[in-house]
């Protein structure tokens, strides 16, 4: 649909100017009239609109379920609350996918069907809604999401927290070797050229690959984001993605760490969704999309043919191979004890616990390791200088 910008005023007479996507003029204005404002001008509105900083995050969207959450709970109806964030919504990309959303609800579609045609709201998000409204339980349903989406995003901070320093780290270690070799070194390979002395082999040997960085510098530069830029493409193919996909279950620790975070990201969708009155069907396929690993995802296939036979859950999880003994374990002991939903929430909370621990312990091995590595490149970089500097001075080593 074409995106439309307008002037507007209400019934207190404040201007309105908004961006808004419609089928045309004419039902544009019709929807406005409806919502009490009396339209000043209309015109077709750059589709540049949402620009890196009005791209919408899984926080946006944590923030408009709380506000969602806090005026249904205060009483208004959903179709008011969701004029009222339509209104006061910090940005204006969400802003306007709210007042389609409104728009919707007004021409009798359900919410989960209003937010179902818009790809900021997770599959995840649009099934729970829709339980909540088929339920009746819409508003302890959004409560649910708050949740829900507060630990996952949470989770998310604390690993990319514990890999900021050794990131960090490598960026200044590799900026402080490229200093060394673009600006320092060429300048004692000058004073060594005009002092016409020999020079020892290790100066020698540094001076020439610090001549070659400096003169082809772009070449690498170029060459290290061609790479990355291939990468990433082939990644996105659905051959590269298999291909990634089986890599890290094969390398010994990306595998563990990949494992615990499918285990926690698949328990906390299940549960939440059980939890929330969607069908065990439907959640099973909604948390095989989220795991993001296609090998793993194939396999669980077994998950919901096992399901749909009647053999409950645990027997099908077993035999799918997919998860650890231990797994299997829990989720058996809590089918028993007809807790499954409090079952995969607690797997979640264990796992999420495991991953951000084994990520801390990697992180701990792995920082001293850089330093090291760094200080021994720094170390060389310096001794073959002072090598140089030493023969020209007739010292002795």
């Known amino acids: 649909m074409p995106v439309y910008s307008y002037e507007a005023v209400d019934s207190s007479g404040k201007k309105i100017k908004e961006t808004i ?58 179709d008011r609350a969701l004029y009222v964030l339509s209104e006061h919504s910090e940005k204006k990309a969400l802003r306007a996918i709210i007042k389609e ?24 998000y649009i099934n729970m809604i829709k339980a909540g409204e088929s339920g009746g339980i819409l508003e302890v349903v959004i409560k649910r ?21 050794p990131i960090l780290l490598t960026v200044v270690g590799g900026l402080a070797v490229a200093v060394l070799m673009l600006y320092v070194i060429p300048n004692f390979a000058q004073i060594f050229s005009d002092m016409g002395q020999t020079l020892p082999l290790p100066t020698l040997i540094l001076m020439k690959v610090s001549s070659l960085f400096a003169s082809y510098w772009w070449v690498f530069l ?43 990201r698949f328990s906390r969708t299940f549960g939440t969704l059980l939890q929330s009155g969607v069908p065990i069907l439907e959640a099973i396929r ?4 989220v795991i ?22 645990s027997v099908p999880l077993r035999e799918s191979g997919v998860f650890p003994a231990i797994f299997n374990q829990m989720v058996a002991v809590g089918e028993e004890a007809g ?29 001293p390791v850089l330093i090291l590595l760094m200080g021994i490149v720094v170390g060389l970089i310096v001794i073959s200088m002072l090598m140089g500097i030493f023969s020209i001075n007739e010292m002795p080593l």
């Not at 909604?286 to 999309?289: A, E, G, H, Y």
């Not at 499954?340 to 495991?354: P, V, Y």
């Open 21 to 78: 996507s419609s089928a045309d003029e004419d039902t544009l204005k019709s929807t406005l009239r409806g919502m009490g404002l009396v339209p000043l001008s209309i015109r077709v509105s750059e589709a540049r609109e949402l620009s890196l900083f009005q791209r919408i995050s899984n926080e946006d969207i944590l923030i408009f379920t709380q506000e969602l959450g806090n005026l249904l709970e205060s009483g208004l109806p959903i």
């Open 101 to 124: 959303v409104y728009i919707d609800i007004q021409r009798g579609n359900t919410l989960s069907n209003a937010m179902a045609k818009h790809k900021v709201f997770p599959r995840l």
């Open 145 to 165: 999401l708050v949740g829900f989406l507060e630990t996952s995003i949470n989770f998310k901070k604390e690993i990319v927290s514990a890999l900021i320093y």
């Open 222 to 264: 170029g060459g290290f984001v061609a790479v990355i830029f291939l990468i990433r493409g082939y990644a996105r193919t659905a051959e590269g993605k298999s291909y990634f996909d089986n890599l890290k279950l094969k390398v010994p620790v990306l595998k563990k760490l990949s494992m615990k975070f499918i285990i926690a």
């Open 286 to 289: 909604v948390s095989r999309d």
């Open 292 to 313: 993001d690993n296609d090998v793993i995802a194939e396999r669980l296939v077994v998950l919901e043919e096992g399901v749909s036979k009647g053999k409950g859950i």
């Open 339 to 367: 807790r499954l939903e409090e079952t995969f929430l607690l797997i979640a909370d264990r796992f999420e616990a495991d991953t951000k621990n084994l990520i801390k312990r990697f992180v701990s091995l792995f920082e």
